[in-house]
């Protein structure tokens, strides 16, 4: 019975983790090519779902179609984000960086509300919602769908980043923004992409948990700073690093809530964020290296 | 030095007088949490627009404060006044530890951790229900007495709570103006260049962190006996967002700027009540386009526009 | 064009007259409802159903030929505001009574306002200790969380069950509903064995649930508001979970079986009767008013009334008894609410008296079954 139960822990947690890791994710790629944490990512979470729903209801799409048109959507408010808040910043300190991408998230939450009201909703699972039996555990269709998608994009980066010439590019502007600028590649654009890739990323996360989660024009605040810590612990990696913290994020809050107390849960998360900040702010596995200090 | 005093004595009777205008309508009452903001504003403008460095958690220590005074006056029946002091004692201490490892961090690490501290303060708030009375909040908190009179109206609450923070008002000008102000704008420009010319950045920085939410914990005191009830819901993280668009819409670094973005941030959502659901919109743009388009807040924004527009050949004093 | 003019300025003209001379000043009555923010699936009902009463009582002709007019500002669910909000009622609007607020944190922090400047509010939360002790100036129209409780305990005790597992959201709602389960619990001879809690935006509950399979509860009382339970509804069927699972009446209105989906069967719950008004036997004092609202709110904003706006219905509905009674004074209407007997509203038959200021009896409860995504009465 006990062995059941840590499997079903485990099993929840790992599906939870996976959402952590392609916000995580997100965070991490921006970050690495423009030093911005972005506190709006939680944002692309939450015009995901309620994007893909909206397609779905008052446009009547069916769900297949729906799912790229909210991406699409999400990707251009990506860039627009990045266009006409980030770019023309005159003073892009740190603080004001912060501040412009809280008051974004804040204007995207609001007017999600005042388009689409304030009712969570709930968007219909892919592929039927039996329960499906693993061991002694269960998990749902919907599981598998959401760490498949995950494993595939995590693929699909892995190509980009070290396959395509924008990808290395963007390696590039990573590691030293004004050497990539000066060996002819356009840091700007760089930054657009970015911010294109991590939006649409988190809107897919968006899309793939709210079968599970439902959803509302407030889901993206606390997704966000889950994911934001799934990228501390893996040292903002865009890689593997990332989702593998967002994986131990994801299984520990489920271990937490299930043997330890369910209402300290949240509490969890972050202060394994301060834990990590403090001690080894280089990530779980990174190298001393860093200069995130 | 006679122009700071100057402006000090302006703002002090305006702050005097400004009940007359209201007639205790419900607008003394909504200053009376204008006052309680101003506070709290200038405890992180201490921090922010001083020493350069950010915290997302403030709300946090409000709630410390609030909380600490809640529960030994409501349930342990200990003296208000011994309370407060005691709290903010406390709170400044403990903000003291947990600064050395948070104060490491810089930028949006920095952010991050201070708003992990919040939340986790929050939950603490909210989960320890035989304390905290957990979110259904803690009622019966008295209200304070000097001398046999008891602040039970607004008017009464108003002329305390402006009284402390005219203090603090005071207080913070001359800190700003005083060796240790200018030590943390060096800090703010370049902690490095600090350190040669034989600035403590690390200390000084913990112990106006540590001041910071010594402040912030005094006027969640305050709050706590002017409200007589409290809730975890008004120490979350959407406060200390608010928070922070008072010093910024203000100004950075500047006291009285925190002054009028408390003010400004307080009565605004009277104004846009009429627009009730926009509000929150509002409130984003109104962030962003600061950030945008008045990066230095008001008090230099307005003069700056006023010299461009308004007078362009004139060398009006931008600085506030 | 001047014979077309002409007429309209005499009709004008004389509506201001006839609106100055027959309704002299109107009656002002205030209300703080959380439309915006986290309780606004409270507050949203709440304002429209009010505004939809006060305008039908307009329509009609007013109290005594007075008309109504409702001041409504939005506490966005934030106790801070609240006070703000209700101290300008008072002081500026100079309202005769106050409607609201929506949430039992919010209400505990208006109650100082009222009881200093002698103003009868009606709170449209559940918290039992809005009114024990009684206050003064202060009522309610929401069912205490203490008698739901009662009725799912009766429900189990009849069905030999006597150990459970509860499942408590960790916001005001679940933290008074997770108190009364505690404490009515050795009256009804039942044992919690599991005592566990869950975070309003959390988005996973095997953990918990999983721990109450391993456990010997047979049944599962869950305390939660949208969308948790039904988060928690889906998660159970994912685990196969056999024993009933019940939730409160904060989740008793359609929104809960569309979220939760195929979920949802099976799922008892104590509710205010007007979910399922048409059900009920021609005998219910009740069901004159449940219909009526229920016909009128979809007429007005095409969805479907809950018991959550009908908190505000009985309230205004209470007043306007009150008002005709006594006048609009705020001590008379406060004496005359005190006085109201036999009101049969949309929460239930009120009695109110010196000892009670929430005034109703465990029948203000039905429990029913959600069955084929409809509710059922359970008998």
Not at chain 1, 4 to 33: C, E, K, M, P, V
Not at chain 1, 204 to 221: H, R
Not at chain 1, 251 to 265: D, I, M, N, R
Not at chain 3, 82 to 105: F, Y
Request: aromatic fraction near 8%; proline fraction near 4%; include cysteine.
């Amino acid at each position: 019975m006990q062995f059941d139960q840590i499997l079903q822990y485990t099993l929840s947690g790992l599906s939870t983790g996976a959402i952590y890791a392609l916000i995580g994710i997100g965070f991490s790629i921006i970050y690495n090519s423009t030093g911005i944490i972005n506190f709006a990512q939680g944002e692309f979470v939450m015009l995901g779902g309620m994007l893909t729903l909206f397609f779905m209801g008052p446009l009547k799409l069916p769900l297949w179609a729906a799912i790229p048109c909210a991406v699409l959507i999400s990707t251009l408010t990506g860039i627009v984000f990045e266009r006409f808040a980030i770019r023309p910043l005159r003073q892009p300190t740190p603080i004001n960086l912060v501040i412009i991408t809280i008051g974004g998230s804040i204007l995207m939450r609001g007017l999600a509300m005042l388009l689409w009201g304030k009712d969570t909703q709930s968007l219909p699972p892919f592929s039927g919602d039996e329960p499906i039996a693993i061991g002694g555990a269960t998990i749902l269709p919907q599981h598998i769908w959401i760490l498949g998608i995950t494993l595939v994009i995590i693929a699909i980066n892995k190509l980009y980043f070290y396959h395509t010439i924008s990808g290395k590019a963007m390696r590039a502007c990573a590691y030293n923004r004004r050497a990539a600028g000066l060996v002819g590649i356009d840091v700007r654009r760089m930054v657009m992409f970015s911010f294109m890739i991590s939006s649409a990323m988190g809107a897919v996360a968006g899309i793939i948990v709210a079968p599970l989660t439902m959803t509302a024009y407030d889901v993206g605040v606390m997704l966000g700073l889950k994911g934001f810590c799934a990228a501390i612990i893996g040292g903002m990696s865009s890689g593997a690093a990332t989702v593998v913290g967002g994986l131990i994020l994801g299984v520990l809050e489920s271990l937490g809530a299930g043997l330890v107390s369910s209402g300290y849960k949240d509490a969890i998360a972050f202060i394994i964020l301060l834990l990590i900040l403090f001690i080894r702010p280089q990530g779980l596995f990174g190298k001393a290296d860093s200069e995130r200090v | 030095m006679k122009k700071e005093l100057l402006k000090f004595l302006v703002f002090l009777v305006i702050v005097m007088a400004a009940p007359l205008a209201f007639k205790g309508g419900y607008l003394l009452n909504v200053l009376v949490f204008v006052g309680i903001n101003t506070m709290l504003a200038i405890a992180l403008n201490l921090l922010l627009g001083y020493a350069g460095q950010i915290s997302l958690g403030h709300a946090g220590f409000f709630g410390l404060g609030a909380y600490l005074s809640g529960i030994m006056t409501a349930t342990y029946g200990w003296n208000p006044w011994l309370v407060m002091p005691l709290a903010a004692l406390i709170v400044g201490i403990l903000a003291f530890m947990i600064g050395f490892p948070v104060l490491k961090l810089k930028g949006h690490y920095l952010a991050m951790a201070t708003l992990g501290l919040g939340i986790i303060i929050y939950i603490v708030f909210n989960e320890t229900v035989d304390l905290t009375g957990g979110p259904s909040g803690l009622s019966g908190i008295p209200n304070l007495t000097i001398a046999g009179t008891t602040f039970d109206t607004d008017l009464k609450n108003y002329y305390l709570i402006w009284s402390f923070t005219s203090v603090i008002v005071f207080l913070a000008v001359n800190l700003a103006r005083s060796r240790v102000g200018r030590a943390l704008r060096a800090i703010h420009d370049s902690e490095v260049a600090a350190q040669v010319l034989g600035v403590n950045a690390r200390i000084i920085k913990i112990q106006i962190f540590a001041l910071s939410a010594a402040i912030s914990s005094l006027a969640g005191s305050l709050y706590a006996h002017t409200m007589t009830f409290i809730s975890p819901a008004s120490f979350g993280f959407n406060f200390s967002v608010e928070l922070l668009t008072m010093v910024v819409i203000g100004g950075l670094g500047s006291i009285y700027g925190s002054f009028f973005g408390a003010v400004l941030l307080t009565l605004l959502p009277e104004f846009l009540r009429e627009a009730q659901d926009y509000d929150i919109v509002i409130y984003g743009a109104l962030l962003m386009a600061m950030v945008m388009f008045m990066p230095g807040g008001l008090v230099r924004g307005i003069p700056a526009l006023f010299n461009r527009f308004i007078k362009p050949a004139g060398k009006g004093n931008g600085h506030a | 064009m001047r014979f077309r003019v002409i007429p309209f300025i005499g009709l004008a003209v004389s509506l201001l007259l006839c609106s100055t001379v027959f309704a002299a000043t109107p009656i002002k009555i205030g209300a703080l409802f959380a439309v915006t923010g986290p309780a606004a699936f409270l507050g949203e009902p709440e304002r429209n159903t009010a505004q939809m009463v006060v305008d039908e009582i307009n329509r009609t002709g007013g109290i005594k030929g007075r008309k109504l007019e409702l001041i409504v500002y939005d506490t966005g669910g934030d106790a801070t505001k609240a006070v703000q909000l209700a101290t300008k009622l008072v002081k500026n609007d100079k309202v005769s009574a106050i409607i609201g607020p929506s949430t039992t944190g919010e209400s505990m922090a208006v109650i100082p306002v009222a009881e200093k400047d002698h103003v009868p509010l009606i709170s449209c939360a559940a918290g039992i200790k809005i009114t024990d002790p009684v206050k003064h100036w202060v009522f309610k129209t929401a069912q205490n969380d203490s008698l739901a409780v009662a009725r799912i305990y009766e429900q189990l005790q009849r069905q030999k069950i006597n150990k459970i597992a509860i499942l408590t959201v960790s916001d005001g709602f679940g933290a008074s509903g997770r108190e009364q389960l505690k404490s009515q619990a050795a009256r009804h001879g039942i044992t919690i064995v599991l005592d566990d809690t869950y975070g309003p935006k959390d988005t996973d509950m095997t953990a918990q649930l999983t721990k109450i399979r391993g456990s010997q509860a047979q049944a599962i009382i869950c305390w939660g508001t949208n969308p948790g339970p039904a988060v928690i509804a889906k998660n159970a069927r994912q685990l196969g979970l056999k024993i009933p699972l019940y939730m409160s009446h904060g989740v008793s209105s359609k929104k809960f079986i569309e979220l939760a989906g195929e979920a949802a069967e099976g799922i008892r719950l104590p509710s205010g009767k007007v979910i399922v008004a048409d059900m009920l036997p021609a005998s219910d004092p009740q069901k004159k008013s449940l219909l009526a609202y229920v016909k009128d709110y979809q007429k007005h904003y095409k969805a479907e009334g809950d018991h959550f706006g009908g908190h505000a219905w009985d309230a205004v509905m209470l007043l306007k008894g009150a008002i005709e009674r006594g006048g609009d004074a705020p001590a008379a209407i406060r004496d005359q609410l005190e006085k109201t007997r036999q009101f049969h509203g949309i929460g239930g038959t009120f009695n109110f008296s010196a000892q009670d200021h929430a005034g109703l009896g465990k029948d203000a409860f039905v429990l029913v079954e959600v069955k084929n995504r409809d509710w059922m009465i359970v008998k």
